[in-house]
């Protein structure tokens, strides 16, 4: 978990590399792993991020959208689009 108390609470999933949540300043990350959750399917998983009280949940599941109704969410979903899942990838997303 980075930056407790602070920012966004935002959970990663658990196709995202734990160690992208030090590049996200200024937010409490957690990830799924920590919860406990991995291997839990999407509805289920979308179910307990909310009753948890996260506000983002970022993942590189690209049919999420198709197999969620996301817009009934209490939080954002942000959805990223690597060309890999490698580290060096994801980076990509969040420029320092």
């Known amino acids: 978990m980075s930056d407790p108390g602070s920012g966004r609470r935002v959970l990663l999933d658990e196709n995202i590399d734990v160690r992208l949540a030090a590049s996200i300043?200024?937010?409490?990350?957690?990830?799924?792993?920590?919860?406990?959750?991995?291997?839990?399917?999407?509805?289920?998983?979308?179910?307990r991020a909310e009753e948890a009280g996260f506000e983002v949940f970022v993942t590189a599941d690209r049919n999420l959208e198709y197999q969620q109704t996301l817009s009934k969410r209490a939080f954002g979903t942000v959805v990223l689009f690597p060309r890999r899942l490698k580290l060096e990838f994801l980076m990509l997303s969040f420029p320092g």
């Open 25 to 47: 300043a200024g937010h409490s990350v957690s990830t799924v792993r920590d919860h406990g959750w991995v291997g839990v399917v999407n509805g289920e998983l979308l179910r």
